[in-house]
């Protein structure tokens, strides 16, 4: 009687590793994903799992890559020159908030919520990632308000992580949506009290 022939088990997809590791790190957060917690999840083994990615926090370098691509704010529109200053920035408030509030198990920003990792490596790949578009924000602002451009670009860093944080707290979408709104008048009276001292 002739043996079976062992099924070979299909080939390991390294993109679908990578999100599924976005996945959980989005839903969980860095610190609270192991290395038990990804391997089980792609059905792979620890040597199988260093092999592909290296380390957990190389993993999710790619997965924060993987989650630009597909949900990095379009600042170039929404910080657009031809934009009123004070619409443009309450757009990208609002914008955020609809973001991070859209899901219900992947809330707020991956990136943002990376910046609290305990994980120093992984602290400072976020905070890498978030650079480019931290420095958007820093240019158009110079632009637009020279004075205040420091104190407002704090101003809105704040209230970015600030919506995440409060979106990954499971703050509704709505309230998330009012906030940013209330954030964008404060900025508006900011950049009305800039222009007056300048005329």
Sequence with gaps: MSEKPRQRRPAFDREQGIAIAQALFHQ???DAVSLTDLTEAMNIKPPSFYA???SKAELFER????YAGENALPLDKLLAPDLP?????TSLLVAAAKQYGRDTALRGCLVTEG????DPVAR???EKMGEAAVQTIRNYLDQVCPRGAQALAD????TLRGLSAAACSGMSHERLIEVAQIAGKAISSELEADTAADS
């Design 28 to 30: 969980r957060g860095f």
């Design 52 to 54: 592909a990615y290296g």
């Design 63 to 66: 997965a924060m890559h993987r």
């Design 85 to 89: 200053p004070a619409a443009a920035l």
């Design 115 to 118: 910046l609290r990792a305990d």
């Design 124 to 126: 400072n790949m976020a």
């Design 155 to 158: 101003y809105l860093l704040v």
